[in-house]
């Protein structure tokens, strides 16, 4: 029901977008989040967005560097745009619906999770 896409391989200081689009159901009414999972290391969090757009939370280790979004009049309808990338952003990215209109950084919040799309950052 939800499906991220846009990764690939991008050298260090590059930057990707990463949309995430919706079937089966709309999500218009869920936070939204963007989790990653690196190779030995758990997962994530790396931003949440209400349900209309009007909160963001973005963890520390993005602030500044990536930015959640969303339209929801479109299937694809969550972004998260990553500029500034660095190694250390190397992972599986997820989106995330959350049982609620707004949603935090706990995982737990989150009742649907789509396939994850490889984000690799070369030095």
């Given amino acids: 029901q939800l499906q991220a896409s846009g990764g690939g391989l ?15 159901r709309p ?13 030995g290391k758990e997962r994530e969090f790396v931003a949440s967005i209400s ?6 939370h973005h963890s520390d280790s993005v602030k500044g560097r990536f930015t959640i979004s969303r339209d929801n009049a479109k299937n694809t ?19 995330a619906a959350a049982r609620r209109a707004v949603a935090g950084s706990n ?12 984000v690799t950052v070369s030095s």
């Fill in 10 to 24: 991008v050298q260090s200081g590059g930057f990707l977008r990463l949309p995430c689009a919706a079937s089966g």
């Fill in 27 to 39: 999500f218009s009414n869920n936070g939204m989040g963007w989790f990653r999972q690196a190779p």
């Fill in 51 to 56: 349900w209309n757009g009007g909160s963001t």
């Fill in 77 to 95: 309808f969550l972004y998260l745009q990553m500029n500034s990338l660095k190694p250390e952003d190397t992972a599986v990215h997820y989106c």
């Fill in 107 to 118: 995982g737990y919040e989150y009742a649907y999770w789509g396939q994850g799309t490889q």
